[in-house]
């Protein structure tokens, strides 16, 4: 397991001009954004210690997390 944040724009560069576009005009878009930044925060915290939680908790934000991004991704290749 590693402990790196999975940021977004980090994980997908080459779509980050778009990405950002897509922030400032579609609030579904923003939102959804902004829920995956929270949780990815969560997970990251708990990996490494600042903030422990369950392993279930963790478990159950990392699926969270990977549902968001596929929307997200979902959203960006098809705009």
Aim: cysteine-free; overall charge negative; proline content about 5%.
């Amino acid at each position: 397991m590693t402990h790196t944040p999975h940021e977004l724009l980090a994980d997908l560069p080459e779509h980050a001009d778009a990405i950002l576009k897509m922030k400032a005009s579609d609030p579904h878009f923003a939102r959804l954004y902004e829920d995956y930044h929270d949780i990815n925060r969560q997970v990251h915290r708990s990996e490494t210690s600042i903030e422990p939680m369950s392993e279930l908790a963790e478990v159950e934000l990392r699926k969270k997390r990977a549902a968001l991004k596929d929307q997200l991704w979902h959203m960006i290749t098809t705009a």
